[in-house]
């Protein structure tokens, strides 16, 4: 399980430093692939990522989209793998997809990380804050 907001670099290799806290999800390998919906970047452990690829391939709602996305979403996802100083590479294209520059945030969101740009990530998370103080309605509804 992903949690915390970790803040890092990103060097002019696309090289960022995985969180030590996030390493054991990852010791098989991950996934790296655009985040749905936000500018930022989705890691999966490869356990999730097997478990995604099946719900895809057995969604048969709106065929035509499922196979869009499927594109879309596939065709930029990379396998990567920790090296031995906690770092994984971001290829150029996703780096570009999220508007990564030096600084950026780890993300952990319960079954993925996400990689942000700094100033992405303070702009969705001060929206966010200012949301759920004012409204606790979906902690309520969550019926924990």
Known sequence: ???GTYHRTIDNKGRVFVPSIFRDEL???LMVSKGYGLK???LYSMEKWEKI????IENKVAEGDVQRFKRWFFSSAVKEAIDQQGRIR????????AGLEKDIVLVGVSNRAEIWNKE???EYYGDAESKYKKNTDVFEKLEL
Not at 53 to 56: G, L, P, R, V, Y
Request: proline share 4%; net charge negative.
């Open 27 to 29: 010791v098989r390998g």
């Open 53 to 56: 690829d099946e719900k895809i």
């Open 120 to 122: 992405n990530w303070q």
């Open 40 to 42: 930022c970047l989705c």
């Open 1 to 3: 399980m992903f949690s």
């Open 90 to 97: 971001i290829p150029q294209n996703l780096i570009e997809y």
